[in-house]
């Protein structure tokens, strides 16, 4: 079983940063693959950025790129969304995810959520304008 605890949401205004964390608990974690999906109020969850620990790809939403980047601490087992330029469109609930390492590691298998095995609670990021 996996865990995965969200934290670093809050209030914020437009041009500011955030950092968010997804500790992660559980066996054979350096294995899994990760990624960070929102859902903003009326709207579908959509991917924002993904992570594969072994070969440390990184895979991003063409709506982010460049402005927010993925990371991981193997030794802490957290992986990290910093978000730079925020603009009240990233207004959202924002979902760690993580996915058994199945079939090549692809974006367009890294952005569905059906890759994913294990999901946290989320943390509220609202950016004001």
């Known amino acids: 079983q996996v865990q995965l605890v969200e934290s670093g949401g809050g209030l914020v205004q437009a041009g500011d940063s955030l950092r968010l964390s997804c500790a992660a608990s559980?066996?054979?974690?350096?294995?899994?693959?990760m990624g960070w999906f929102r859902q903003a109020p009326g709207k579908e969850r959509e991917f924002v950025a993904a992570?594969?620990?072994?070969?440390?790809?990184?895979y991003y939403a063409d709506s982010v790129k460049g402005r927010f980047t993925i990371s991981g601490d193997n030794t802490k087992v957290t992986v990290y969304l910093q978000m730079s330029s925020l603009k009240p469109e990233d207004t959202a609930v924002y979902f760690c995810?993580?996915?058994?390492?199945?079939?090549?590691?692809?974006?367009?298998?890294?952005?569905?959520?059906?890759?994913?095995?294990?999901w946290g609670q989320g943390t509220q990021v609202t950016v004001s304008s």
């Open positions: 995810a993580a996915s058994l390492p199945r079939g090549i590691p692809t974006i367009a298998r890294f952005s569905q959520e059906l890759h994913y095995d294990y």
């Open positions: 559980g066996r054979a974690l350096s294995t899994y693959r």
């Open positions: 992570f594969n620990w072994s070969g440390r790809n990184t």
